[in-house]
């Protein structure tokens, strides 16, 4: 999902920094008011930035016969939102971009938008509409993390088709772009659902009442989870 | 067994089979990245990079895998660190509480 440095024109990653920076404050906003009220979420606030670190430096090989690499974003975007995520997300672009010459300056803006905030953004949603309809923290968790790497490679090729449509139509060049992307990361996805899951599982056994003060899980839960290690 | 141990037995067989299967179905593909498919269908239109990083770029594939490598290392030793804490510290609490 990483556009790189310059391939996007300038216009466009106006646009894109324009819509991520709101998300961006706000995160920062929340951060603080999270820390504030509480320190303990520091640590999982670091393990959640951690794992997109890990994740999204891990290219995996996929079916189409080329790699992709998972966004890491759902633990952070189950647990703390969207805004939290953004900050989180944008932190490892701005690394990538630097160092790693993956991704860039002029499209951090875009990048951003698709890896730290609206892929996030849809996963949450869903997270929060699985949680009520009762279903595990487990299985939430992991369909989250793979709604989150969905979206963002869908925003990525919604990005290009905008910047780059093919004959002037957007349609065909969003089909394009997509059919790289999309087939790619359906494993990929999964994958990082399953870690996600497995992660959220075994933070409920080592330090449930994190999760309880921001009001992801309630006791009867966390009991039935820890019962099935013992 | 446990159930919990279990779920990850199942988890890392899953992942593996995902992984394994791709390499094994994918012939004599190049396995190149799917950034890297989008940029060449950008720049097959004739569109030029309008702007290059004005720091660096990893001098060679190796300098650039090293850096992936350190991304993941700095990833994985801080949700280590933090996860053998939280575990040590909930240990202590079933020690108190037998």
Known sequence: MHIMEGYLPMEWCIVWFVLSIPFIIVGLWQMKKLIDKDQKVLPLMAVCGAFVFVLSALKIPSVTGSCSHPTGTGLSASFFGPFVTAVLGTIVLIFQALLLAHGGLTTLGANAFSMAIFGPLVAWGVFVALRKAGLGLGLCVGVT????NLVTYTVTSFQL????????????AFTAFGTIFAVTQIPLAIIEGIICALVAKFIVRVKPEILKSLGIIEDAEIAKIQGEAA | MKRSTIEIIVGILIILGLVVFALATGGDSEWGGADGGAEDMISETGYEPWFESPLWAPPSGEVESLLFALQAAIGTGVACLIFGYWLGQSKRKDEKEA
């Open chain 1, 161 to 172: 088709a905008l910047a780059f449509p093919i004959d002037g139509s957007i349609v065909a």
């Open chain 1, 145 to 148: 993390a793979a709604v989150a």
